[in-house]
């Protein structure tokens, strides 16, 4: 028991230490925290704008208008998700904290928003049943240059905290796309025509979760959500942070 206590001490020690050489940063303004148990500073409290109703009944994404089911892109357009669920508007501090997520190697802000998927979507997400949570995947080249996937840190948190297998292993990207924030929706589907491809052997699952950082358009998790029920998966839905326009 004693050398338990002793483990236990010396363990909050390190962790100190560690926050003091590597201290956490606010997800929103970036400046250093020192409640290692937080990820949000005191002045930004009550940045995230969490999505409330209306939202689409399609892609979640929140529009203005109660009697509205869908939103403009949803109505044009057919989606081969079956419904996607987000988390957050996007201001101007959840740009910028998505901003650093991708490009900045902060990956500890999938943790905080995670945590946030799981409070708040967690109901929902339950619902579904799914039986994997799959991240978009990167290609290769963009991997092996930023070292992180987001969408994979993302639902790792998620996968931990809801008890819900990740699967990195049925979707691979063969298509390294050009970026998708200056080009409109048409060009974002002919960008990503063909850009997932299946590597397992065989898929057997018939409800899956698809985890991404920003919807836009849908064109990416469209394109992924293809390649699933081509593989035969019968239900596949979306979760992302922040749906939006860019």
């Not at 299946?198 to 390649?227: F, P, Q």
């Amino acid at each position: 028991m004693q050398v338990f206590k002793l483990k236990s001490k010396l363990l909050r020690i390190v962790d100190v230490i560690l926050g003091l050489i590597y201290p956490e940063r606010c997800v929103f303004c970036d400046r250093v925290i020192w409640q290692t148990d937080d990820f949000v500073c005191p002045g930004c409290k009550g940045s995230l704008s969490l999505v409330k109703e209306p939202y689409c009944m399609k892609c979640g994404k929140q529009i203005d208008k109660e009697a509205q089911e869908l939103c403009g892109d949803c109505e044009r357009k057919q989606h081969y998700f079956d419904r996607g669920f987000t988390l957050c508007c996007y201001n101007d501090p959840v740009r910028e904290s998505m901003y650093r997520l991708k490009y900045k190697n902060r990956q500890r802000y999938a943790l905080y928003y995670g945590r946030k998927i799981s409070e708040v979507l967690g109901e929902r997400v339950k619902e579904l049943k799914a039986e994997a949570l799959i991240p978009i995947p990167l290609h290769e080249d963009r991997y092996r240059k930023r070292g992180y996937n987001q969408a994979e840190l993302l639902a790792g948190e998620v996968g931990r905290i809801m008890n819900i297998p990740v699967r990195t292993d049925i979707l691979k990207r063969v298509k390294n796309t050009q970026a998708q924030k200056t080009q409109d929706a048409e060009a974002r589907r002919a960008n990503l025509k063909n850009a997932f491809q299946i590597c397992a052997n065989d898929v057997k699952l018939s409800t899956a979760i698809l985890i991404d950082d920003i919807y836009t358009t849908g064109s990416t998790v469209d394109e992924a959500a293809r390649a699933l029920k081509e593989a035969g998966v019968d239900q596949v839905y979306v979760v992302t942070v922040v749906a939006g326009s860019v």
